[in-house]
T-cell receptor
Framework: AQRVTQPEKLLSVFKGAPVELKCNYS??????LFWYVQYSRQRLQLLLR??SRESIKGFTADLNKGETSFHLKKPFAQEEDSAMYYC????????????FGQGTTLQVKP | DAGVTQSPTHLIKTRGQQVTLRCSPK?????VSWYQQALGQGPQFIFQ???????QRGNFPDRFSGHQFPNYSSELNVNALLLGDSALYLC?????????????FGPGTRLTVT
């Protein structure tokens, strides 16, 4: 079964501290993985996808197929990073059918 | 470009009734996907429309149906509403060229079933 698990509902850190938002997936095949973000009073939007290997707003995510993980990391959290973060998986075949995790709220305290 | 727009913003229906939600995609996008987001959960894929046909479907009953018009806008219909259908319904659009993965989401329609 295709599944995405985000074990933490809430992650609270102080400004300047490192951040790691965890994401584990279950999928037999080569998944495409993404992180979506929703800032307060804004729409859900794509943050990054694993295949592009980009760093967006200082965030990076590495796909670890052995551990079936795709954790989102940032070395120094900023207050403006406070948001809801969703990990999502797309099955093979360029379907556009996204399977989302339950989301993690990141709270960055001053 | 206003991006993806959805209407209405919210509505209240009674159990057993039928509801229609509407979505206009971002300019230049021809594919529309619908998601249901229950409180405290991530979005769940309902179905996707491309070229006026249902291209993909998630694990939702036939009470959930949709339509896509020639101008790429879309409707989500839910029949015989249940209390459990109360949720935020999100519409997302994407271009078929370059991959369907980058989906632009609308603000959602909040449906409450009483």
């Amino acid at each position: 079964a295709q599944r995405v698990t985000q074990p933490e509902k809430l992650l609270s850190v102080f400004k300047g501290a490192p951040v790691e938002l965890k994401c584990n997936y279950s999928y037999s095949g080569s998944p495409e993985l993404f992180w979506y973000v929703q800032y307060s009073r804004q729409r859900l939007q794509l943050l990054l996808r694993h295949i592009s290997r980009e760093s967006i707003k200082g965030f990076t995510a590495d796909l670890n197929k052995g551990e079936t993980s795709f954790h989102l990391k940032k070395p120094f959290a900023q207050e403006e990073d406070s948001a809801m973060y969703y990990c999502a998986l797309e099955g093979s075949g360029n379907t556009g059918k996204l399977i989302f995790g339950q989301g993690t709220t990141l709270q960055v305290k001053p | 470009d206003a991006g993806v727009t959805q209407s209405p913003t919210h509505l209240i229906k009674t159990r057993g009734q039928q509801v229609t939600l509407r979505c206009s995609p971002k300019s230049g996008h021809d594919t529309v996907s619908w998601y249901q987001q229950a409180l405290g959960q991530g979005p769940q894929f309902i179905f996707q429309y491309y070229e006026e046909e249902e291209r993909q479907r998630g694990n939702f009953p036939d009470r959930f149906s949709g339509h896509q018009f020639p101008n790429y806008s879309s409707e989500l219909n839910v029949n015989a509403l249940l209390l459990g259908d109360s949720a935020l319904y999100l519409c997302a659009s994407s271009p078929s060229t370059g991959g369907f993965y980058e989906q632009y989401f609308g603000p959602g329609t909040r449906l409450t079933v009483t």
